[in-house]
């Protein structure tokens, strides 16, 4: 099957993180994509920021960020060819809410994925390998990327990059880590290689199934 290049719609979970409110910024004036819906709890200025006055926006506010009936009613029978998902810090909260904000959701956004029949699902995640399995948030991110392979979708994608640097609001171990010589990527760089090679999928057809890509892999694609 061939694919026109472009006129893309998008679903966006996570805009109001770091690296979700990056995405919006770049897909804001990126010409490949018509439609992005973003869910979101509440009203959130950065967001705002990015979104209004831009048509191809669309923010569903919902209580509940997986809502198919709140989602399908913004989409309006519109295809949805890719599913973002950019879940963010679980500093401050409990083991029980780490586990639901990085295994449960991520799940449902991805059966939420198979039924609006989207062609490429990425998750951004993070290294679950090393010493990061010491830590429990690192622990539930390597489950989900096992229970992630019994969801099947034409593409799916989990980003595993080392080091986050460039954010507006670093966290106190990406202030510290930018000093050693360990895997880093500018949060720019990553969002772009996500946006890239997600428009490469679609414009070639050429489904990728279940990639876990990890820091190297990340930095060898070339956008």
């Known amino acids: 099957m061939e694919y026109a290049q472009g006129g893309y719609n998008a679903l966006v979970f996570g805009g109001s993180g ?22 979101l709890r509440r009203p959130c200025a950065e967001v705002l920021e990015v979104t209004a006055g831009n048509p191809k926006f669309k923010v569903i506010e919902t209580a ?6 709140a989602i399908s ?13 950019f879940f963010g810090s679980s500093m401050g909260i409990s083991k029980q809410d780490v586990f639901k904000l990085h295994n449960t959701m991520i799940l449902d956004a991805a059966k939420l ?15 679950t390998t090393g010493l990061v399995r010491a830590f ?19 593409s799916l994608i989990i980003y595993k990059p080392g080091l986050l640097v460039g ?14 010589p360990i895997e880093k990527i500018e949060v720019p760089a990553l ?17 990728s199934g279940f990639q876990a890509l990890e820091h190297r892999d990340i930095a060898a694609l070339p956008y």
């Open 18 to 39: 770091a690296c979700g409110y990056e995405f919006l910024k770049q897909i804001a004036s990126n010409p490949s994509w018509t439609n992005i819906f973003v869910p």
């Open 64 to 69: 509940d960020v997986l809502n198919l009936d």
């Open 73 to 85: 009613a913004a989409v309006g029978g519109r295809p949805i060819h890719s599913v973002f998902v």
């Open 113 to 127: 994925a198979q039924q609006l029949r989207a062609r490429t699902f990425a998750l951004l995640s993070s290294a």
């Open 136 to 154: 429990y948030l690192f622990r539930v991110k390597g489950q989900t990327q096992e229970d992630l392979k019994s969801i099947v979708l034409p």
């Open 167 to 180: 954010r507006k609001d670093p966290r106190f171990i990406e202030k510290i880590g930018a000093y050693f």
């Open 191 to 207: 969002v772009r290689k996500i946006i890239g090679n997600t428009e490469r999928i679609l414009t070639s057809g050429q489904d």
